[in-house]
């Protein structure tokens, strides 16, 4: 549950202002999960009005987020696939949590994609209509 996560948010908050350069206004992180693989984009929109998405957050952040998604499974309703992540400059976090949308986008595997049923199952009727697992149901 989100309100038992507020310490993984936090360190997720702080890898990502550790993660900022000089002069950013929000930070803005992406991650998707399946089974054990984490993946993050970090986008920094800057003062000046430019965007950087060359800043990556520490393994520390990547590692957080998937104790996120594990700390968030909900039996028979599963754990998020894909998350945003936000910071303002007075360091608050705002997060928004995606339990439909595929992870990895086109690239996850039937078999990552069935792994991940397997650590967070989800009753049927919860499952997307993408899921390999919804066949077997």
């Known amino acids: 549950m989100l309100e038992q996560s507020s310490e993984r948010l936090t360190e997720i908050g702080a890898a990502m202002l550790r993660a900022a ?3 950013w206004r929000v930070l803005r992180l992406s991650a ?3 089974a054990g693989m984490i993946g993050t984009d970090l986008e920094i929109d800057m003062e000046d009005g430019s965007t ?3 800043s990556t957050i520490e393994r ?3 590692i957080a987020c998937d104790r996120l998604r594990a700390e968030m499974y909900q039996p028979g309703k ?3 696939y894909n998350a945003s992540f936000s910071v303002d400059p007075d360091s ?3 997060a928004e949590f995606d339990y439909h ?3 990895f986008g086109e690239q996850a595997t039937d078999d990552l994609l069935r792994e991940d049923h397997e650590l967070y199952p989800r009753d049927n009727e919860l ?3 993408w899921h390999p697992a919804k066949a077997l149901g």
């Open 21 to 23: 350069p000089p002069g």
């Open 32 to 34: 998707t999960g399946a």
């Open 52 to 54: 950087d998405t060359s």
């Open 60 to 62: 520390a952040g990547r």
């Open 78 to 80: 599963g754990t998020w």
């Open 92 to 94: 608050r976090i705002e």
């Open 101 to 103: 949308g595929r992870p």
């Open 127 to 129: 499952l997307p209509s």
